[in-house]
Structures are given as structure tokens and as C-alpha cells.
């Protein structure tokens, strides 16, 4: 098994911060800096003290007024089942499935009415009762990738190698793959049974498929960052403008040099004529802390003690606001990129349950929030040239490149297989 206990020094002048948040440590820092420093008693220019929205909502309360799960029916099954069966009948490749070659005459309605929730109501929605132990793994992810063309449409990026060579990847497994790896090759807890902390990936729409549940824990969260927001604009408007702020972001090879982007983690979009108003909060803390075998890179700037206190008050705000949902297999979960923060409980395998997780990155083009210009580049890299003929779905879990550690060779390792849109 992985030695979870890998150094994180990070580049000079890095605050006493780790990828766990330390609610004492949290504590002290805010003590010491309202000590020692002025903090600023107002939002930065146009901001607003309070967002009203269903997408600002708390967890304690969001099933009284929202039914966030919808139950697949014996008539939708059957539908699916169809479904497949024309797939399969066309002999095509997996980066073919579309609305046109996984025809659901009756469910696309009600799929489309689940990207309306995601992107204009609470921000997520579950569908449920997949009955995954019925079909093949390869028939599972015709199913998930099928489903989900109709939610969105456009699916992104997120390898751009495979087995060494270079492909569109836009599958990736949420396994814990700590018994097969070196510690310093894991850079990501998403192949660990570690907590994950609050944080957002990339792209618009996080669509995850549940192919089994672990033998205990391994909850899935979702918060609103809305709610995030209201909060802290009404108790520390110090920290929503560090967080306006640009910042940092260890990119972790996925750019070139100096291998880091400057930006801000939160972005206001006022209402135009056209578009309401918007709040979109885009990070993820080991970009800022590391983990595990991709500590954050020394030749970046250490963040700044602000920028740390503004990290915990995120995850321990989100944490505070979050419902959680227990994934059971056959799940598929749809949640806003732009609006929702998703963590994980800490979990335990067994031989017979073990969590695995399959995920997509999606766009609705109809429906799709406008993103930032300073988040552009890092879209196109999730959607940018992405084509029916390049994509690549893996059957078994293997660690992105962009979340390997120093070392790349596993300890034990089968070859992963993966169906191609092309030979």
C-alpha cells in the first residue's frame, strides 16, 4: 500500500498548510491575522452583498424544497435497453454516442429537464437505478455516456495521452489505487481512500457514475458556492477580495513555462440583458498546497497567509452548507462545475466492495454559462479540438497524467484496456 506520509515542503516562505484542512491551525491563523493586519470591511466594486438564487441553498434544508434524485422507470429502462441495443447495432465507436446514435425517444425530456436544474435550478441532480450488474463494463459506459449526451452534449478532455501516446481522453476512474502505486506517483486523492476536500475540476458540467460503493464511508458532498459566497461576503469581505485576487495556480506540467497561470479564484459576472447574474468559484487546494507525490512546485510563489485563511474558509464554509449523498451503484450524478463544490468522506475497501467511480467532463452548448476570460485557456483544454474520431474511453482505472507524482511506474499494475474512437 501507498505510504500515505509523503513530505510536502513547497516552494520558500510556504505557510504551515497541508491538503487536510487543520480546523486548529484555521483558528490560530485568523486569530493572528486579525492581530496583525487591516482587514479590508468591504467587497471589491460591483460585488454583491448577497446572492438571491435556487442556486444558493444549504444542505440542512435543500430536500424540503427540492428533489434532487430522479428514479429511472421500468418503461425508461427498457428504453436504455433499446438504446443499446441500436448502439451496438451501428457498430461505431464509443466517441460516437450522441442524442442521434443513443436514441431516447421518451427519457430525453426528462434529461433535458436535468441539464435545466443543473445549469438554472439547485445546480445538481441524481439519476438513479442503472442496473449496472446486468450489462458488461463496456455496456455500463455506453449507458453512462449515452444518458449523459442527452444532459450535454459535448464531452471534454481529460488526459491528453494514453498508454504514452498521445489521445483524447475523456474518461477517468475515481479508484483508490494506493495498494498498486508508489506513493510519489499518486498526485491527485482521487486514487486514494483520503478524504477529498472541497474543491471544483475542470469544464462546466461533473458527471460521475457509481460502477460499486466501498465497503464503508466514501460519501459523496456537494455545496453550494453561492451559499459559500453569502456567507463569507456578509462575515469577512477581507477574504472574498483575496479571493477576487489573482493567484498563483500550479498547473502540474499541464502548461508550459514557467508552468504556473496567474488568476483569480473568484468571478463575478453581472447581469447583462441577456444573461442573469452570476457567481463562478473555480479551484482546487492541492494547486495550491500539493498532495501526496506533486507537492506544490518550488519555483513557484508560496501563497500568502491571506490566501491560505481564504483556502480553509472555503472548505470549512462549503463543509458547513453541504448535503451528502450516498452513492449507490447504478448512480449518476450531474453537479455545476461553476456554482457546486463536490469532497468525499474518507472510505474503506474491502475484497468483495470497492468504491469505483467513472467520470466525464460536459458542455451543454444550449444551456452553457459563459466562463471568464481568464479561465478560457483552461477550457480549451478540456474542449478545444475534441472530435468524435479522437476520443478515448478507458475500461479500467489507471492515474491521469496530470494527477502522476515524481514516480510513474506502479507497484502492481494491470495494462488498463480502454475503447478508442479510431484504431
Same mark, same amino acid.
Given at each position: 500500500?501507498?505510504?500515505?506520509?509523503?513530505?510536502? @515542503?513547497?516552494?520558500?516562505?510556504?505557510?504551515?498548510?497541508?491538503?487536510?484542512?487543520?480546523?486548529?491551525?484555521?483558528?490560530?491563523?485568523?486569530?493572528?491575522?486579525?492581530?496583525?493586519?487591516?482587514?479590508?470591511?468591504?467587497?471589491?466594486?460591483?460585488?454583491?452583498?448577497?446572492?438571491?438564487?435556487?442556486?444558493?441553498?444549504?444542505?440542512?434544508?435543500?430536500?424540503?424544497?427540492?428533489?434532487?434524485?430522479?428514479?429511472?422507470?421500468?418503461?425508461?429502462?427498457?428504453?436504455?435497453?433499446?438504446?443499446?441495443?441500436?448502439?451496438?447495432?451501428?457498430?461505431?465507436?464509443?466517441?460516437?454516442?450522441?442524442?442521434? !446514435?443513443?436514441?431516447?425517444?421518451?427519457?430525453?425530456?426528462?434529461?433535458?429537464?436535468?441539464?435545466?436544474?443543473?445549469?438554472?435550478?439547485?445546480?445538481?441532480?441524481?439519476?438513479?437505478?442503472?442496473?449496472?450488474?446486468?450489462?458488461?463494463?463496456?455496456?455500463?459506459?455506453?449507458?453512462?455516456?449515452?444518458?449523459?449526451?442527452?444532459?450535454?452534449?459535448?464531452?471534454?478532455?481529460?488526459?491528453?495521452?494514453?498508454?504514452?501516446?498521445?489521445?483524447?481522453?475523456?474518461?477517468?476512474?475515481?479508484?483508490?489505487?494506493?495498494?498498486?502505486?508508489?506513493?510519489?506517483?499518486?498526485?491527485?486523492?482521487?486514487?486514494?481512500?483520503?478524504?477529498?476536500?472541497?474543491? !471544483?475540476?475542470?469544464?462546466?458540467?461533473?458527471?460521475?457514475?457509481?460502477?460499486?460503493?466501498?465497503?464503508?464511508?466514501?460519501?459523496?458532498?456537494?455545496?453550494?458556492?453561492?451559499?459559500?459566497?453569502?456567507?463569507?461576503?456578509?462575515?469577512?469581505?477581507?477574504?472574498?477580495?483575496?479571493?477576487?485576487?489573482?493567484?498563483?495556480?500550479?498547473?502540474?506540467?499541464?502548461?508550459?513555462?514557467?508552468?504556473?497561470?496567474?488568476?483569480?479564484?473568484?468571478?463575478?459576472?453581472?447581469?447583462?440583458?441577456?444573461?442573469?447574474?452570476?457567481?463562478?468559484?473555480?479551484?482546487?487546494?492541492?494547486?495550491?498546497?500539493?498532495?501526496?507525490?506533486?507537492?506544490?512546485?518550488?519555483?513557484?510563489?508560496?501563497?500568502?497567509?491571506?490566501?491560505?485563511?481564504?483556502?480553509?474558509?472555503?472548505?470549512? !464554509?462549503?463543509?458547513?452548507?453541504?448535503?451528502?449523498?450516498?452513492?449507490?451503484?447504478?448512480?449518476?450524478?450531474?453537479?455545476?462545475?461553476?456554482?457546486?463544490?463536490?469532497?468525499?468522506?474518507?472510505?474503506?475497501?474491502?475484497?468483495?466492495?470497492?468504491?469505483?467511480?467513472?467520470?466525464?467532463?460536459?458542455?451543454?452548448?444550449?444551456?452553457?454559462?459563459?466562463?471568464?476570460?481568464?479561465?478560457?485557456?483552461?477550457?480549451?483544454?478540456?474542449?478545444?479540438?475534441?472530435?468524435?474520431?479522437?476520443?478515448?474511453?478507458?475500461?479500467?482505472?489507471?492515474?491521469?497524467?496530470?494527477?502522476?507524482?515524481?514516480?510513474?511506474?506502479? @507497484?502492481?499494475?494491470?495494462?488498463?484496456?480502454?475503447?478508442?474512437?479510431?484504431?
Amino acid at each position: 500500500m501507498a505510504d500515505a506520509a509523503v513530505n510536502l @515542503t513547497g516552494p520558500p516562505g510556504q505557510p504551515d498548510i497541508a491538503y487536510t484542512p487543520d480546523w486548529e491551525k484555521y483558528q490560530a491563523r485568523i486569530e493572528r491575522r486579525r492581530a496583525s493586519e487591516d482587514l479590508a470591511q468591504a467587497l471589491p466594486d460591483g460585488f454583491p452583498k448577497r446572492l438571491s438564487s435556487t442556486l444558493a441553498w444549504d444542505g440542512a434544508t435543500v430536500a424540503e424544497h427540492y428533489s434532487y434524485a430522479y428514479h429511472l422507470t421500468e418503461a425508461d429502462l427498457r428504453e436504455i435497453d433499446g438504446a443499446v441495443a441500436h448502439f451496438k447495432s451501428l457498430g461505431k465507436p464509443l466517441g460516437e454516442l450522441s442524442q442521434q !446514435t443513443f436514441p431516447l425517444q421518451d427519457l430525453h425530456a426528462t434529461l433535458r429537464g436535468v441539464s435545466k436544474d443543473v445549469h438554472d435550478g439547485h445546480g445538481f441532480k441524481v439519476v438513479r437505478g442503472v442496473p449496472i450488474h446486468k450489462y458488461s463494463r463496456e455496456e455500463n459506459i455506453i449507458i453512462y455516456a449515452g444518458l449523459a449526451a442527452h444532459v450535454a452534449s459535448v464531452r471534454g478532455r481529460q488526459d491528453h495521452q494514453f498508454n504514452g501516446k498521445p489521445a483524447d481522453v475523456v474518461l477517468a476512474h475515481i479508484k483508490d489505487l494506493s495498494r498498486d502505486f508508489d506513493a510519489q506517483s499518486i498526485g491527485s486523492p482521487a486514487y486514494t481512500a483520503e478524504k477529498q476536500v472541497f474543491h !471544483t475540476d475542470s469544464g462546466d458540467i461533473i458527471a460521475l457514475f457509481a460502477l460499486s460503493a466501498a465497503e464503508e464511508g466514501g460519501e459523496s458532498y456537494l455545496s453550494s458556492s453561492w451559499t459559500v459566497y453569502n456567507e463569507l461576503a456578509a462575515t469577512r469581505p477581507d477574504l472574498i477580495r483575496t479571493l477576487a485576487e489573482p493567484w498563483d495556480v500550479d498547473e502540474f506540467g499541464k502548461t508550459g513555462p514557467p508552468g504556473f497561470t496567474r488568476r483569480p479564484l473568484l468571478y463575478h459576472q453581472p447581469a447583462t440583458g441577456s444573461e442573469p447574474e452570476r457567481l463562478l468559484i473555480q479551484y482546487a487546494r492541492r494547486a495550491f498546497v500539493g498532495y501526496w507525490g506533486l507537492p506544490r512546485s518550488a519555483n513557484i510563489p508560496a501563497i500568502t497567509e491571506a490566501q491560505a485563511e481564504a483556502l480553509d474558509a472555503l472548505h470549512y !464554509t462549503a463543509e458547513k452548507h453541504a448535503v451528502a449523498l450516498e452513492f449507490q451503484p447504478g448512480d449518476i450524478q450531474f453537479a455545476n462545475n461553476l456554482s457546486i463544490f463536490h469532497a468525499r468522506g474518507s472510505f474503506r475497501d474491502s475484497a468483495q466492495k470497492q468504491r469505483h467511480l467513472v467520470r466525464l467532463w460536459l458542455r451543454d452548448d444550449e444551456l452553457a454559462w459563459k466562463i471568464p476570460e481568464a479561465l478560457k485557456s483552461r477550457w480549451d483544454r478540456v474542449y478545444e479540438g475534441v472530435t468524435a474520431d479522437k476520443q478515448v474511453f478507458p475500461l479500467e482505472p489507471s492515474i491521469r497524467s496530470a494527477s502522476a507524482g515524481k514516480a510513474t511506474q506502479p @507497484t502492481v499494475q494491470q495494462q488498463p484496456t480502454a475503447v478508442a474512437a479510431s484504431a
